[in-house]
């Protein structure tokens, strides 16, 4: 085949995305849903981010992973993704474990999960050249057709898009070292004690979640990982080191493919794992300043989502003392404010009743705050009703009591914890 032209590249390329996890660490918030389907952003799902990036880097053919919890998560897909063109060969396709390869085996780790698809993915058509294989619950802007560039441009068989953090947080990613011509030298996953980037004796370069193969690569590779019995079949313990071992693994750095709007210069590049309920209330938080380091008013590269049909936000009562007011807020369609929200996320259809306050908090959908409540630094679970009066965020000891109290002070409620205190 001749070579192809850059802007050629992602027709050749097919995104897995690998939305199966427990998320066990967003502790109630997964209780009845998939991690990548937990709400972000006062619209959105965390996978919204992943799908939309491949959609506006024109990878349009798309296969999503799912394991645990995946009804909710299935059911956003189908709303918010249908309208893909499958005679053109665009499509999100399905991909839940089948128990594929035998009758015993569900997915056991996220290699196995792509190996057990392999009898889909080889019948795509055109068959896919390239395998872009992505982590479906971290929030960013990333153009997948630059790094897919980087990739063929570097002639290895891998590539790992890496982002220096800080070294005390490194021990929750995989953690590498580069040589100067970006070939990655050592990968270790999740390390106790994390390796600096040279000169940078505060951060380590660690990987993002995200890699992309030479397709004809990782079908070998996975059959070799697949009958090592002591695998654990995973991309980040097992494919990637061996990959680091035998020479052919680069690094991309998430510099090179970040997404701003074209007006926003030289900004952060952001990329967070949501993955515990302090990130997660902090990444939303963060929405609400006014120039946030993540942009979701830029045009040039929308994510996409499903968005139920609502009138808009309203504020209401024109009173002394009473009137509905939100101040460095964002609110979604459906929300009536009648008390006060203050550097505060409400997702749809949200009550906020008379005298109420909200603070620095996160209010999933269909939340009700009771008149005169106050809340303050929590995250509030879909549906959850607080009752008039009640206050949350200001008693430590009683808000351990009563809810989920995280170490640095943010208050997961559920309406399950509502009605215990009841019953």
Known sequence: MPEKRAFQLPGYAVALV???????????????????AV???????????ALSNCINSNIRRIGVVTQYKSHSLLRHLQRAWSFLRGEIHEFIDLLPAQQRVDEESWYRGTADAVYQNFDIIQYYQPRPEYIVVLAGDHVYKMDYAAMLVDHVESKCECSVAC?????????AFGVMAVDESNKIIDFIEKPEEPPCVPGKPEHSLCSMGIYIFNANYLYDELERD?????????????????????GVAYAHFFERSCVHAPEEGDKEHYWRDVGTVD??????????ATDPALNLYDRTWPIWTYRPQLPPAKFVHNQPGRRGNSTESTVASGCIVSGET????????????????????????EVQIGGGARVGHAVVDHGVCIPPGMVI?????????????????????????????SS
């Open 18 to 36: 690998l939305a199966g996890g427990r998320g066990k660490r967003l502790n109630e918030l997964t209780d009845r849903r998939a991690k990548p």
């Open 39 to 49: 709400y972000f952003g006062g619209n959105f799902r965390i996978i919204d981010f």
């Open 163 to 171: 982002i220096e953090v800080p070294r005390s947080s490194a021990c």
């Open 226 to 246: 697949i009958a090592d019995e002591s695998s654990n079949h995973d991309f980040g313990k097992n494919i990637i080191p061996n990959a680091v071992k035998n």
């Open 279 to 288: 990130a997660y209330w902090e990444a939303n938080i963060d929405l609400t």
């Open 342 to 365: 203050n550097r505060s996320v409400l997702f749809s259809s949200c009550r906020v009743h008379s005298y109420a306050k909200v603070d620095w908090s996160v209010l999933l959908p």
């Open 393 to 421: 965020g200001e008693d430590e000891q009683e808000d351990a009591r009563r809810f989920r109290r995280t170490p640095n002070g943010i208050v997961l409620v559920t309406q399950a914890m509502i009605n215990r205190l």
